[in-house]
């Protein structure tokens, strides 16, 4: 059964260490973690399976709209429901902030996120050019900027 617990600071480093096991590069590690949750306008969620976490999501917030700082689920994980549960979560905690819509960045070749986002209402509005770095290599990858309109 999927959980979810607000995070505090005390969970940086089990935050530190899903971002470490999902994305191959532009992690996110404990000090910049650490660094976000000592902030009042930065919340977020912890999606536990169990005893175990799965994810995590951060976003920002402030004057009624927020940016969706990092969405994640392991990846043993994924394919299963468990990033549209925590998106949803997300919403609650944003709607509770008074937040109206979030904004955020995804990769271009991140078509499960798009595609998530989309389903959810989200729209393209931009495109940031070589945004992201790609694992062992010196190219970069574009990403897509996108308004998601909070709905519960």
């Known amino acids: 059964m999927l959980t979810f617990t607000a995070i505090n600071i005390s969970h940086a480093k089990i935050c530190a260490q899903l ?25 977020g969620c912890l999606a536990m399976e169990g005893e175990d976490a799965i994810g995590y999501a951060l976003f920002s917030h402030s004057g009624g709209e927020g940016d969706l700082l990092t969405i994640s689920i392991l990846p043993n994980k994924r394919g299963q429901g468990y990033g549209k549960k925590l998106l949803m979560e997300v919403f609650k905690m944003a709607t509770a902030q008074k937040i109206e819509k979030l904004f ?11 595609q998530l986002y989309q389903n959810q209402g989200g729209k393209t509005i931009g495109r940031r050019a070589n945004y992201y770095s790609i694992a062992n290599s010196t190219q970069k990858e574009d990403a897509l900027v996108m308004e998601l309109p909070i709905k519960i």
Not at 33 to 38: G, P, T
Not at 104 to 114: F, K, M, T, Y
Request: contains cysteine; proline residues 3%; charged residues 15%.
């Open 19 to 43: 971002d470490s096991l999902c994305f191959d590069s532009e992690v996110f590690d404990l000090t910049m973690i650490q660094s976000l949750l000592s902030t009042p306008y930065v919340s």
């Open 104 to 114: 955020l960045e995804v990769r271009v070749s991140n078509q499960a996120a798009i």
